[in-house]
């Protein structure tokens, strides 16, 4: 059974730095690119940020390039967002994602967590 689990979600101040991750299991973990997305409430699921299996290549939403990191760990079979100068309306519960293809569509992804919320007060 895969299992993709989000920790780290909380409340925060505008300016704040938070960081999520994400605990994968029942998947070969290394063979999957991991993807970020966000939804607010009443919004569409947005893609927030990929990276590929190996971790050569990432990529990123534009309302969260420069501020945003994602990155992996195969040895722990986890993904990261390391979430730098948060803005409200960064608020959002946070998803983690594994897909076969590199893509910024929730519906090419295969799995998912059952996510976390991100709150950023101003």
């Known amino acids: 059974q895969v299992q993709l689990v989000e920790l780290g979600g909380g409340l925060v101040q505008a300016g704040d730095s938070l960081s999520l991750s994400c605990a994968t299991s029942?998947?070969?973990?290394?063979?999957?690119?991991m993807g970020w997305f966000r939804q607010a409430p009443g919004k569409k699921r947005e893609f927030v940020a990929a990276?590929?299996?190996?971790?050569?290549?990432?990529y990123y939403a534009d309302s969260v390039k420069g501020r945003f990191t994602i990155s992996r760990d195969n040895a722990k079979n986890t993904v990261y967002l390391q979430m730098n100068s948060l803005k409200p309306e960064d608020t959002a519960v946070y998803y983690c994602?594994?897909?076969?293809?590199?893509?910024?569509?929730?519906?090419?992804?295969?799995?998912w967590g059952q996510g976390t919320q991100v709150t950023v007060s101003s």
């Open positions: 990276i590929t299996w190996s971790g050569g290549s990432t």
């Open positions: 029942g998947l070969t973990f290394s063979s999957y690119n």
């Open positions: 994602a594994a897909s076969r293809s590199t893509s910024y569509y929730p519906g090419n992804y295969d799995y």
